[in-house]
């Protein structure tokens, strides 16, 4: 059996992204590996019958210093303990990027929340976990929210108070 070194896990600061970061920090911890975290990010683009309208450059740095932060924030609990753990981020769509990244940090096991969504949601929503679970060449270990906090969810967007306010327009 191979026993993993490196696990990747994709996170989107939801309550699931807080489990699976929970889960496989104790998995690195027993297997004496690896913890890379990342997160991927997509700029807002709005398709028009005459063109598209994509986010100016100031709302990109913002974007961007916003993942940023959420990513320091998620993984700050685990800081300075006994597992070696590094931070990715990454601009693009989301299960892409978590598959390209599970490549170049060689990883050999991706821990990832699954939020069990059904029907409509799920298919409007899509599934990163899924798309993942789908195209990787890897093992993917799929993390459910306990039961009792299913119906507590919440999205974690990062605290807008560490992000800097856009300058006002005079």
Sequence with gaps: M?????????VDFSDTSEVALDYAFGLAHSLGARL????????????FPDGALVASADVAA???QGAQVGLEGITARYRDRDVRLDTVLRH????????AVAEEVGADLIVIGTHG?????????????????????????????????????????PASSSIPAAPVAK
């Design 92 to 99: 693009g769509v989301p299960w892409e990027e978590a598959t």
């Design 62 to 64: 913002r974007v961007m």
């Design 117 to 157: 969504r059904r029907g409509v949601a799920r298919a409007l929503l899509g599934s990163v976990a899924e798309k993942i679970l789908r195209t990787s060449t890897l093992p993917v270990l799929t993390v459910h929210l306990p039961k009792d906090a299913q119906d507590q969810r919440t999205y974690k967007a």
């Design 36 to 47: 890379v975290v990342m997160h991927a990010y997509e700029l807002p683009i709005y398709g």
């Design 2 to 10: 191979h026993v993993p070194k490196t696990l990747l896990v994709p």
